[in-house]
């Protein structure tokens, strides 16, 4: 064979492919659907479609809970109605233009004549310290609103938020969907529409918000068992109290909620967290209005609170004793309190 080597035809082909240049990949596209720029906005948007149209709906709710008030500015021009409202007005007008000091300490020689009456401690200034806040805030950003604009239309603004607050607290409960039905539901209720009407400037215009709200705090404070989140249910519970005296509802029905929670079985330490942070800071806060004064610590109403409370403290004292200690020298620990009350009493 004179020294010459034989390569077959298939390994001579083998080699070709094996030297070939590998071809270069491909620039990916801002279309591509496996990570291009708008492929990514579109899945990104897709995914918060849902709630993009429902903040929509939302706002749609608010225009509708803000247009369905305003028939009596429309008919009858920017008036407030009834005694009360006028009332309110005199007073909030005096708020802006003397100032907080000057409102809580005014004797008013011209209410429940002869006599007079000391506004800073016969009414709930809740209602004209927001009208003042809103007013000032107005004219901080240099929109000069005459002061009884602002207290005509202050119902079925607050009417809009309690909407918003209707969607939230349903939110926490049940889910989105749910939420905007309870929006447009409150947004139309016909009770409510009564109580919040242009020019009914009256003490339900903010009451109904803040009752609202407050549930929303208190639902959120109970499932994230926060003392931030309960620190907010006490002021919203502190701003209920200073607009009307229907607080005592949502005295009353707070500590019922935490008693069926302990009945049920649903004792946990977010609600003792969220409890005692919400009632010592709003029994403090309430007792801040001049009207209220030492009623949540002397009166009968309050009572259901403050046994809750005690309640509480006792039920978490043993949910500890019986984390910590034996079944067995828990049950004689049980008996030592009982003979010890016997023989006490």
Not at 291 to 298: A, E, L, Q, R, S
Not at 327 to 335: C, E, T, V
Request: glycine residues 6%.
């Amino acid at each position: 064979y004179m020294g010459v080597s034989v390569i077959s035809p298939e390994l001579l082909d083998m080699k070709a492919k094996s030297v070939e240049p590998a071809a270069a990949p491909a620039e990916p596209s801002v279309f591509a659907e496996d990570g291009g720029i708008f492929a990514k906005f579109y899945a990104n948007f897709n995914n918060k479609t849902e709630w993009i149209f429902q903040y929509l709906i939302l706002a749609a709710i608010c225009v509708l809970a803000f247009m369905v008030r305003l028939f009596s500015v429309v008919r009858y021009e920017s008036v407030i109605h009834e005694f009360d409202p006028w009332f309110n007005y005199r007073t909030t007008r005096f708020l802006v233009a003397e100032g907080f000091y000057e409102f809580h300490n005014w004797f008013d020689d011209a209410s429940w004549y002869p006599w007079g009456r000391w506004i800073g401690a016969t009414l709930y200034p809740g209602l004209m310290w927001t009208a003042g806040i809103i007013y000032h805030l107005l004219h901080l950003f240099h929109f000069t609103v005459d002061i009884r604009n602002v207290c005509v239309l202050l119902a079925p603004f607050m009417a809009s938020l309690t909407s918003i607050a209707c969607y939230l607290i349903t939110t926490q409960v049940w889910n989105g969907s749910a939420g905007l039905y309870a929006a447009f539901f409150m947004s139309i209720a016909p009770g409510y529409i009564s109580r919040s009407v242009a020019g009914s400037y009256d003490n339900e215009a903010v009451a109904i918000f803040a009752m609202v709200f407050c549930f929303y705090l208190w639902v959120k404070a109970v499932k994230t068992g926060s003392m931030f989140w309960g620190a907010l249910a006490a002021l919203g519970y502190f701003y209920m109290v200073s607009s009307w005296g229907g607080y005592i509802f949502i005295t009353n029905i707070i500590p019922a909620h935490v008693m069926i929670l302990l009945l049920a079985g649903r004792y946990s330490h977010r609600l003792y967290v969220a409890f005692c942070t919400y009632y010592v800071l709003g029994t403090l806060l309430s007792m801040q209005i001049i009207f209220v004064g030492f009623k949540p610590v002397d009166s009968p109403e309050h009572l259901t609170a403050f046994g809750v409370f005690v309640i509480l403290q006792i039920y978490n004292f043993f949910y500890w004793l019986r984390s910590n200690v034996s079944p067995a020298h828990l049950k004689s620990l049980g008996l030592s309190v009982v003979v010890f009350t016997l023989c006490s009493v």
